[in-house]
């Protein structure tokens, strides 16, 4: 099974200003729109760097705690191909299931999942 680095997650206080702070920061090369996904009760948006590199932007209630322990890397995110498969793989190799999939806005509706590894929390987003 292959799991392709996808995006970084960042959770912020506020996600209009860490855009600001990222722009002078970085050579942005693409942003998709400011959404708030009530699937995962958060504001969200994707910033690609110059290299490749996509930093999604998290705010709201899901990493409130996070932001006020000044945490800021919330996840790395991987695509892979067969989501469900890929979860069962990794719960048996000691994962913990913390999200089953469902639609993400943010990736046109391909599913996600997030899972607690002994690294720490990753998401999974369907290739399709």
Same mark, same amino acid.
């Given at each position: 099974m292959a799991m392709k680095l996808h995006h970084v997650g960042v959770a912020c206080a506020d996600i209009n200003e860490e855009i600001a702070n990222i722009h002078r920061l970085h050579k942005? $090369?693409?942003?998709t729109p400011v959404v708030f996904d009530e699937q995962q009760n958060a504001e969200l948006v994707m910033l690609t760097l110059e290299d490749?590199? *996509? $930093?999604?932007?998290?705010?709201?209630?899901?990493v409130e705690n996070l932001v006020k322990k000044r945490i800021s890397y919330y996840h790395l995110c991987f695509e892979v191909d067969? $989501? *469900?498969a890929e979860i069962e793989r990794l719960t048996? @190799?000691?994962a913990m299931l913390v999200s089953p999939p469902k639609p +993400? $806005?943010?990736? *046109?509706?391909? @599913?996600? +999942?997030f899972l607690y590894l002994s690294y720490g929390l990753i998401e999974l987003v369907s290739s399709h």
């Open positions: 942005v $090369i693409d942003q490749g590199t *996509n $930093i999604e932007l998290i705010s709201g209630k899901q067969d $989501i *469900n048996g @190799e000691g +993400a $806005i943010l990736f *046109n509706n391909r @599913e996600v +999942a």
